[in-house]
């Protein structure tokens, strides 16, 4: 009986020790990229953290730049009739503005492949 338990002790020290020492599956996973890469057999390009820039930020709507936004000066309303066409000209802008906008992401929405 004494035996027995000496040997469960053991065995289970060493079945610990041993996992331990074994590969996580990422370094398998490194290792099997390095050696396709040499080989030349990459069948398809994979993004890794690596391959990313490493200050990638996703754009926020206060980050776009102003120059693709009118921003009117600040004034006074008047009774001239030319103010009607600046407002219709301004509304154009932020409409065209916005389909810029949703076509982006429009564009980013379809370069995204879910696995």
Do not use: C
């Not at 020790?17 to 050696?35: F, M, N, P, T």
């Not at 398809?44 to 996703?58: G, I, Q, S, Y």
């Not at 921003?71 to 407002?87: H, I, V, Y």
């Amino acid at each position: 009986m004494r035996h027995q338990k000496a040997l469960a002790i053991i065995g289970a020290i060493l079945f610990i020790a041993a996992s331990g020492y074994g590969q996580s599956l990422g370094d398998v996973a490194r290792e099997q990229r390095q050696k396709q890469a040499k080989d030349g057999h990459a069948a398809r390009k994979v993004l890794t953290n690596e391959d990313l820039p490493a200050a990638a930020k996703p754009a926020s709507p206060t980050s776009i730049s102003t120059d693709q936004h009118y921003t009117a000066p600040a004034s006074p309303a008047s009774n001239d009739t030319r103010a009607g066409e600046r407002w219709k000209a301004m509304i154009e802008m932020q409409k065209n503005s916005i389909a810029s906008l949703q076509s982006r992401i429009d564009q980013e929405n379809s370069s995204i492949h879910f696995a």
